[in-house]
């Protein structure tokens, strides 16, 4: 039996490890909004907050991808709106060695969550600039987001023989 580089002849190589690597990350768009300062900020009840969040996902190349987290909040006491914020953080991200089935699960809920410290930061400092106590954003879920967004997407045809 014959060796090549310390192996036995024939035995093919180990097939190179996963990867997810973070290229860059970045505020595509910001926006706080406070239209009722000064009075907005003498508010002595508990603001009712509502925050939305979604990702979108661009490929640039064959291994790397586009990941934008769009988070928006709308703080309100009764009928006044105290303030309004709205942030896309993105990242480019490139995966490769990762079989195709486990890519869009790795985009969607993978590099969200490697982004959401960073835009929960955002939010905080720029509610806090705004004249309010910072908005600290609870953990989000990316795993049930992905499944409600699979669930909400159309069944493929059956195929026909």
Do not use: H, W
Not at 36 to 48: D, H, I, R, V, Y
């Amino acid at each position: 039996m014959s060796t090549t580089n310390g192996g036995p002849a024939g035995e093919a190589a180990p097939a190179p490890p996963p990867q997810l690597m973070v290229l860059a990350q970045y505020v595509k768009d910001l926006s706080f909004e406070n239209p009722n300062a000064p009075g907005s900020l003498q508010q002595a009840t508990q603001p009712k907050i509502n925050i939305s969040v979604n990702v979108g996902a661009n490929p640039m190349t064959e291994t790397d991808i586009e990941v934008t987290l769009r988070l928006e909040g709308k703080a309100e006491a009764g009928s006044a709106v105290l303030f309004n914020i709205e942030l896309e953080f993105a990242g480019v991200f490139r995966i490769q060695n990762v079989p195709q089935e486990q890519v869009q699960p790795i985009v969607l809920i993978e590099c969200p969550r490697l982004l959401f410290p960073f835009a929960r930061e955002i939010i905080a400092t720029s509610v806090r600039n705004g004249g309010f106590s910072p908005l600290m954003l609870d953990p989000i879920d990316f795993v049930a987001l992905y499944q409600q967004r699979m669930a909400q997407m159309p069944a493929p045809p059956p195929a026909t023989a």
